[in-house]
């Protein structure tokens, strides 16, 4: 196996997938460079969903190659993927899933828990993004004490809190009203800017997607701009497909 000839952060080449015999992705190529925030939009149904599992490895595509940083995701063991997902890369789902038992602080330092940073430290880094997502007089509270709006801060604080290479947002902010999403958003693209974090943002609100630095555009699972016309095209779909 040959690696792509480019230094992009992420490329997908040829992506096809099915969940159990209905088509998800139908040959999707596309790269993503480094510290990039790429927006793939799209109709509901259109795909966005499996690309970004394919891309961040919880799925294995049926057809077609995934590779970050020059090595291929798509052969990797399970084992290897989850690794790669833990130390790599950070995830925000349009809904939060946390773990009840700990408190938000926790919640929001696992991904530093789970590599071994001594309590006291991760405690820290927690309070200070919980700061940033002003959501910090909360630290001692368990998940089921918030509000959904407030889980899902606390989730976006675990998905930076490690400065992962890659944060891979699903639909952020589709359950958020404005004042959230507004916070959700700013601090997601600030610290993917200040830490050169790539970023894949799937939504398909025009509003999201503008901020991004590139968008690509699916429907039924293809890609439907050039990649000369990425931007224009990719903005104008996501218009109407609102
Ligand atoms: N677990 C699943 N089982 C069966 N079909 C699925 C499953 N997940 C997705 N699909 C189907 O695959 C296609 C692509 O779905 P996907 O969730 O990737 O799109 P999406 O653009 O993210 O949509 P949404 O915005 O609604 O999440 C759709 O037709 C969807 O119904």
């Known amino acids: 196996m040959v690696a792509p000839p480019d230094d992009d952060a992420l490329r997908a080449l040829s992506l096809h997938h099915s969940h159990t015999g209905s ?18 939009c799209g109709p509901r149904g259109s795909g966005k969903t499996t690309l970004l599992r394919c891309l961040s490895g919880q799925t294995v595509p049926d057809e077609g190659e995934v590779w970050f940083n020059g090595s291929p995701v798509h052969t990797l063991t399970a084992l290897r993927r989850e690794r790669l997902r833990r130390e790599r890369f950070g995830w925000i789902g349009p809904e939060p899933s946390l773990v ?25 880094a927690a309070l200070e ?7 910090s007089a909360h630290a001692n509270r368990r998940p089921h004490a918030l509000t959904q709006p407030q889980r899902q801060r606390t989730a976006t604080a675990r998905a930076l809190i490690a400065v992962p290479s890659v944060v891979f947002a699903d639909e952020p902010t589709a359950t958020l009203h404005r004042a959230d999403r507004a916070l959700v958003l700013r601090t997601l693209l600030a610290a993917a800017r200040s830490h050169r974090i790539t970023v894949v943002l799937a939504s398909h609100d025009p509003e999201v997607t503008a901020l991004a630095d590139r968008t690509v555009t699916l429907l039924d699972g293809r890609r439907t701009d050039t990649p000369e016309a990425a931007d224009a095209e990719g903005q104008a779909e996501c218009s109407l497909s609102v």
């Not at 139908?26 to 480094?34: D, N, T």
């Open 129 to 135: 993004w919980l700061e940033h997502l002003d959501i």
């Open 23 to 40: 088509p998800a992705l139908a040959g999707v190529s596309l790269g993503v460079g480094e510290g990039e925030i790429l927006a793939v």
């Open 100 to 124: 009840p038992e700990l408190t938000v602080w926790e919640n929001a330092a696992l991904p530093l828990l789970l590599r071994g940073t001594p309590h006291r430290q991760a405690r820290a």
